[in-house]
């Protein structure tokens, strides 16, 4: 199995920082990829940002040029750093990992970190 622990969010106003950590864990685990999702309140969970292997990235349109994906070489750490943050940013944000587990690979959710941007 794959774990997941989040860590790094909070309660910023408009215009401040905020930097998400996540880190994996597991026995025989080989990571594909990661990246964040966020679900606000009535809201259907969505993309925040991701990152493979090749360092590769891929953003959603309402982070460009905000929000920054970064991982460690060794692919068992992700993180986000929000900058600019708008309270429309205001969502529990869940780590996520695409991983391989022997032969059979999986996507894995963390149990997500709350962000809160006040106007």
């Known amino acids: 199995q794959v774990q997941l622990v989040e860590s790094g969010g909070g309660l910023v106003q408009a215009g401040g920082s905020l930097r998400l950590s996540c880190a994996a864990s597991g026995t025989g685990i080989r990571v594909i990829s990661m990246g964040w999702y966020r679900q606000a309140p009535t809201k259907q969970r969505e993309l925040v940002a991701t990152?493979?292997?090749?360092?590769?990235?891929n953003y959603a349109d309402s982070v460009k040029g905000r929000f920054t994906i970064s991982r460690d070489n060794a692919m068992k750490s992700v993180y986000l750093q929000m900058n600019s943050l708008k309270p429309e940013d205001t969502a529990v944000y869940y780590c996520?990992?695409?991983?391989?587990?022997?032969?059979?690979?999986?996507?894995?959710w963390g149990q997500g970190t709350q962000v809160t941007v006040s106007s």
């Open positions: 996520t990992t695409r991983a391989y587990v022997g032969t059979a690979w999986d996507d894995y």
């Open positions: 990152i493979n292997g090749g360092w590769g990235t």
